[in-house]
């Protein structure tokens, strides 16, 4: 709804532009240490609604330059770059680069993400929007397209695997995540004994509750002076 009534070209940019701005300020607060789970989210909840944006606008773009004859191919050749960046080479090229550094994933994909708003911005799209004149209001077009696809069976139900397989792939992350967590901390408890693992602790939290002592200070070597 919004695509058709701003110029695309120009709606992929500026959400582009934004994902790059939110990505660069992730790497400066991990580069000074003052990440946390706060501003991780935060950071995916306004890189997760400009990349609404940039993928709705984007996937407009193509009938724009592509005859009507080669969408086939055009898609085709769209995925495979997604699948082999995003599915194949992405996650392990990531993990190399985590390993340098763990700012350097988020450096590299700001990088990327501001060359990709400079190749949109060359593309020689015609101006304005694709829709002159609209008589309609933006929540009047989300309402049909919802009505069309509660109408819609096989929509519908494509619609709803979708939904379905977000969530369990987002729930099996999350386990996975606390699985590796607790063996970790199984392992360390192995190692170190159950008296030790308390002791490591109690000493943790009380170093991050002294830390917060304005009149407390550490040397080189982290030792309280």
């Known amino acids: 709804a919004i695509a058709d009534r701003v110029d695309r070209r120009l709606l992929v940019v500026v959400a582009d532009l934004l994902r790059a701005l939110v990505v ?3 790497c400066v607060t991990i580069v000074t240490g003052w990440v946390d789970v706060t501003v991780v989210l935060v950071t995916t909840f306004l890189f997760g609604v400009a990349e609404v944006f940039a993928d709705s606008a984007s996937g407009t773009l193509l009938p724009m330059l592509v005859d009507k004859r080669d969408l086939g191919i055009a898609n085709a050749r769209i995925q495979v770059g997604f699948l082999t960046a995003n599915q194949l080479v992405g996650p392990a090229l990531g993990a190399v680069v985590f390993a340098a550094g763990t700012a350097w994933p988020f450096i590299v994909q ?16 015609p101006p304005g929007a694709v829709r002159e004149h609209v008589e ?16 819609n069976r096989p929509v519908r139900t494509l619609a709803l695997v979708i939904v379905a397989f977000n969530v369990t792939f987002g729930a099996a992350d999350t386990t996975e995540a606390t ?5 970790l901390e199984a392992s360390i408890a192995s190692v170190l004994g159950r008296d030790e693992m308390v002791a490591v602790r109690r000493r943790a939290w009380l170093r991050d ?7 407390c200070d550490y040397d080189a070597d982290g030792v309280m002076l």
Do not use: K
Not at 179 to 183: D, K, L, P, Q, T
């Open 24 to 26: 660069a300020a992730l």
């Open 110 to 125: 700001t990088v990327c993400v501001a060359l990709g708003v400079v190749l949109v911005s060359r593309i020689g799209t």
């Open 136 to 151: 309609t209001h933006v929540r009047q077009d989300i309402v049909e397209g919802v009505r069309w696809l509660a109408g």
């Open 179 to 183: 699985a590796i967590a607790s063996r």
């Open 209 to 215: 509750l002294i830390a917060r002592n304005p009149f």
